[in-house]
Every structure is written in C-alpha cells, then in structure tokens.
C-alpha cells in the first residue's frame, strides 16, 4: 500500500468538506393550510432544516426561490417526499418539509 495517494484522498475530501459553505434560507415564504383551518407560514426556511407541517390533506404553497420537499411524516425522515417547485401550489400530506436551497 503507498500511504501518498492516501494522503492526497484524505486530504482532498478534507478539502472538500471545509469548502462547502453553511446552510443558507431560501429566501421567501412557505404557506400551509390544514383543512381543520389549522395556517402556518415559515420565512426564508433554512435549507434542510425540517419544518413540522399541518397535515393530511393540507395545502401547500411555496413562495420561495428555492424547491421545498414535502414528507408525510412530521420528521422529514420517510423515503416518501414530493418536490414542490418554487411558485407551485397543491394540496398535498404535509407532515413537514425541508427546503433543499
């Protein structure tokens, strides 16, 4: 084994790392709405960061720059999500979302 190239691979995927940046908002507003009346709106959602939503049946709309993924879950945590785009609006199970920019 020559430890050079291991080297160069560690370090590379060091550099990797630090030169990614912290998570930044997607700037703009994400409007839910439970049919049991149940509103939220969430400002400049910070990108993966998980936002507890309103519901089964719920409507959603995203008024962000950015696309927002919806999960049927409360924890951002199923294999099941649905891309809303920015500018879409639909009805949809919105146990939480996550803005990816």
């Known amino acids: 084994m020559r430890p050079i190239p291991l080297l160069l691979a560690a370090a ?3 550099l990797a790392f630090a030169a990614t940046g912290p998570a930044v908002a997607a700037p703009g507003v994400v409007f839910l709405h439970a049919p049991s ?4 709106t969430v400002e400049n959602p910070a990108a993966l960061k998980c936002h507890v939503g309103t519901g089964p049946g719920s409507l959603v709309r ?10 049927p879950d ?9 891309p809303v785009e920015p500018g879409e609006v639909r009805v949809d199970d919105v146990g939480s979302f996550m803005a990816l920019d």
């Not at 995203?62 to 999960?71: K, M, P, R």
């Not at 409360?74 to 649905?82: E, G, K, P, V």
């Open 12 to 14: 590379a995927a060091t």
């Open 37 to 40: 009346g149940e509103q939220k």
């Open 62 to 71: 995203n008024a962000t720059a950015g696309t927002i993924l919806v999960f």
């Open 74 to 82: 409360s924890a951002c945590r199923t294999r099941i999500f649905n």
